[in-house]
């Protein structure tokens, strides 16, 4: 491709109407490495159900963190701004969510506990907990939060050159480098439960207070997301 007399060729990062790449690289995995529930779903899938499991809730993690940003590109953010009573019904709606994950983890604990305990390893302690899916309750998990909306808009619009033709394509290249790094960040998690999981295998009463720990976790998360506001 030649380039006009006196110019000097476009990097690829301007063509594609992204500006400040690198500091948006940094933010982006510091932001992903934030504890959250999308994060801890997938780490206590991955100890109590395995790796196969682990994989399955961070697909449905990837799935809805697209869908949260092609949406906040779509501009669906200005749309809960303004009309504050739909980002009340999304907002109770994740955060009822997440006390019914952390009330399933806390009531597989208590049936274990009082019915006995025939099994030898720690998956089968939250089975009712996980079911009918990892990948479809890390998906719901991730999209029934509103703050994450406002949020990737927010973020998204400070790297986009406004006077790009095709915004979309700078969106995607913006999204796929946070997909990749939370793929990275995920399988971490994911091999880092499964290694708990080898440890405290056989040890129940551990195990029982690693899992209400995560229920409490859960329980935490949805009292923050019920008491978040726009603001």
Same mark, same amino acid.
């Given at each position: ?61 990837? $799935? ?6 092609? $949406? ?12 504050? =009573? ?39 302690? =939250? ?15 991730? $999209? ?39 793929? =990275? ?14 440890? =405290? ?31």
């Amino acid at each position: 491709m030649a380039w006009p007399a006196g110019s000097p060729p476009t990097t690829l990062v301007l063509v594609l109407g992204i500006t400040s790449l690198w500091t948006y690289v940094i933010g982006t995995a510091l932001i992903i490495l934030l504890p959250g529930p999308n994060s801890m779903y997938v780490l206590s899938t991955a100890t109590r159900r395995g790796v196969r499991h682990g994989y399955a809730a961070a697909c449905g993690v990837f $799935l809805g963190d697209a869908a949260i940003m092609t $949406l906040s590109a779509a501009g669906v953010a200005s749309l809960l701004k303004a009309q504050p =009573v739909l980002f009340d019904i999304v907002k109770y709606a994740g955060a009822a969510y997440l006390c019914y994950i952390g009330y399933g983890l806390i009531r597989g604990v208590w049936r274990r506990r009082h019915h006995g305990d025939e099994a030898d390893s720690v998956p089968a302690e =939250v089975d009712e907990a996980v079911e009918p899916g990892a990948f479809r309750r890390a998906l719901t998990v991730s $999209l029934l939060n509103p703050k994450s909306i406002l949020f990737f808009v927010s973020f998204f619009s400070q790297f986009v050159d406004p006077s790009y033709a095709y915004p979309v394509v700078s969106f995607l290249v913006l999204g796929t480098i946070a997909e990749v790094f939370s793929f =990275v960040y995920m399988t971490t998690l994911i091999f880092a439960g499964s290694y708990l999981a080898a440890q =405290v295998r056989r040890r129940r009463k551990l195990a029982r207070g690693l899992t209400t720990g995560v229920a409490t976790v859960f329980l935490a998360f949805a009292v923050r997301l019920a008491t978040a506001s726009l603001s």
